[in-house]
Nanobody, 123 residues
Framework: QVQLVESGGGLVQAGGSLRLSCAASGRTFSSMGWFRQAPGKEREFVTAVNWSGGRNYYGDSVKGRFTIFRDNAKKVVYLQMNSLKPEDTGVYYC??????????????????WGQGTQVTVSS
């Protein structure tokens, strides 16, 4: 099992940027990703990256604005969010998959979840 701890959430104005971090501990983590859930909505896939960091997946609503990258030596995965919009508001969850490929995460399948961090974008 992997323990995941997110940080970096907060309040930002529309057009601004935030960087989320997810620190992993426990078993060696493989594919990693981020999901989000807005009030009254289902959890949504945001992005995922494979073990090596060489293959990324993005949800359509964040392509071109968000970037996922990882530092395996530090066991940290980051989500850089630029050009934020009010519709990006929600709780952001870090997720891990046992597979080295992030394809499963891109389909919404994760083996471990963090506790979530709130991101609020004001208009």
């Amino acid at each position: 099992q992997v323990q995941l701890v997110e940080s970096g959430g907060g309040l930002v104005q529309a057009g601004g940027s935030l960087r989320l971090s997810c620190a992993a501990s426990g078993r060696t983590f493989s594919s990693m990703g981020w999901f989000r859930q807005a009030p009254g909505k289902e959890r949504e896939f945001v992005t995922a990256v494979n073990w090596s960091g060489g293959r990324n997946y993005y949800g359509d609503s964040v392509k071109g604005r968000f970037t996922i990258f990882r530092d395996n030596a530090k066991k940290v995965v980051y989500l850089q969010m630029n050009s934020l919009k009010p519709e990006d508001t929600g709780v952001y969850y870090c997720a891990a998959g046992r597979s080295m490929s992030a394809y499963g995460l891109s389909l919404g399948t994760a083996d471990d979840w963090g506790q979530g961090t709130q991101v609020t974008v004001s208009s």
